[in-house]
């Protein structure tokens, strides 16, 4: 019996020993297998390795619809996060919906290198725009470009952004094939390269640089000795300018930036360029969002809370926009509260007016453009 009992014993710990081997085989095989087949096995092995850090791969799946001008894929982990996901749209309503969407989170979070037609929003997800001369025209006759979304959920370090923009840049250049754009491939960025988050610089220091208009305008009392953000790139989709209020020792916790030091924001210039991105749109996010979209409403506007101003550059719609930042205030300090007045309203207006002539006027002058509109004097 005690030989019986050895046996049995010797044969659970035999079977056990199998399980675990065959579990640690199987593992690193379903890994490759995953990797090898996700996004059509596009995605280039180093950087989706880096981008990785180290998660068991646990899911793919891929769609692509020629009709419709869309491709979907997307990686996870064995924990259902995801690993890698890409999103394509050469035009219809869910392009024209995703690209409101955008809008509503006041991009550039990052601003790309190279000259590359995107930018980075939050959460490492890049947005490349290329041109996709096979893909028609838009509503108004302009360039189509196709939107593509690549996002990488886990990467956060140095080494893995430049890996993130390295895939990014890979997979829209498949998927730009895929849907039949025809064009130049992307440039592949240079080794190291990563999104820029900006330059801050003290606003007297703004003068001279595609911001300058933050520099040489009337701004908020606030906003005289802050600080302006600079997230403009060569060839970019969406450029930012920002100016800040300085950091009082007691606002920690309505800081309005990630930077060290950054105040609230008072004033912000924004630059769309592409289908898309010259029609200012409401949104329940409040007034001072600013949403991308088509349709025909392409000419310039003016609120107490956003001016629109458009032109053309090399055959592109162009929009410019300004429109007051998180922390602007109703009164100056010391002042009675309460609504604005007519007057005040009025003085609103006329700022924004300024802020986006000077803006445009520039950017125009910069990029060679024409047909710049601004809105009507208040």
């Known amino acids: 019996m005690r030989q019986h009992r050895g046996g049995l014993w010797g044969s659970v710990c035999a079977l056990v020993v199998l399980a675990v081997v065959g579990f640690s085989v199987r593992a690193p095989v379903k890994d490759w297998w995953l990797a090898r087949e996700a996004c059509g096995g596009a995605l280039p092995g180093g950087d989706l390795e880096t981008v990785r850090t180290d998660v068991r791969l646990g899911s793919e799946r891929e769609s692509f619809d020629p009709y419709l001008g869309q491709y979907h894929c997307v990686l996870k982990s064995d924990k259902g996060k995801v690993v890698v996901a890409v999103d394509a749209y050469r035009d219809g309503a869910d392009r024209e919906e995703k690209l409101a969407y955008i809008g509503s989170s006041r991009p550039p979070h990052a601003v790309l290198p190279g000259g590359l037609p995107g930018f980075e929003d939050e959460n490492s997800l890049v947005y490349l725009m290329p041109e996709c001369p096979r893909g028609g025209q838009g509503a108004s006759g302009e360039h189509r470009r196709l939107l593509v979304g690549t996002w990488t959920y886990f990467a956060g370090s140095r080494e893995e952004k430049a890996a993130m923009l390295r895939l990014a840049v890979r997979m829209t250049n498949e998927v730009t ?23 801050y610089v003290p606003r007297a220091e703004a003068r001279g640089t595609a911001c300058d208009a933050l520099a040489t305008t009337r701004v908020p009392a606030q906003g005289r000795d802050g600080d302006v ?28 930036d990630d930077r060290p030091g ?22 329940g996010y409040g007034t001072d969002r600013l949403l991308m979209g088509g349709g025909s409403a392409r000419k310039p506007a003016l609120t107490e809370d956003r001016a629109w101003a458009v032109a053309e550059c090399d055959g592109e719609n162009v929009g410019f ?8 205030p109703y009164r100056e300090a010391g002042e009675q509260p ?11 207006r006329g700022l924004l007016r300024e802020y986006v002539a000077a803006f445009a006027e520039d950017q125009v002058r910069r990029g060679k453009c024409a047909g710049l509109r601004l809105p009507a004097n208040p």
Do not use: F, M, N, Q
């Open 177 to 199: 094939e895929k849907l039949g754009c025809g064009g130049e491939p992307l440039p592949a960025p240079a080794d190291g390269a990563v999104p820029d988050t900006g330059t």
């Open 229 to 256: 953000r600079i997230a403009v790139a060569d060839g970019g989709i969406v450029g930012r300018c920002t100016l800040y209020a300085p950091k009082a020792a007691d606002d920690d916790a309505y800081r309005s």
């Open 262 to 283: 950054a105040g609230t924001s008072l004033v912000e210039l924004t630059s769309w360029r592409g289908d898309g991105g010259t029609s200012p749109r409401g949104s």
């Open 321 to 328: 926009a300004a429109h007051w930042g998180d922390g602007y």
């Open 338 to 348: 309460g609504p604005p007045t007519a007057a005040e309203r009025g003085e609103r």
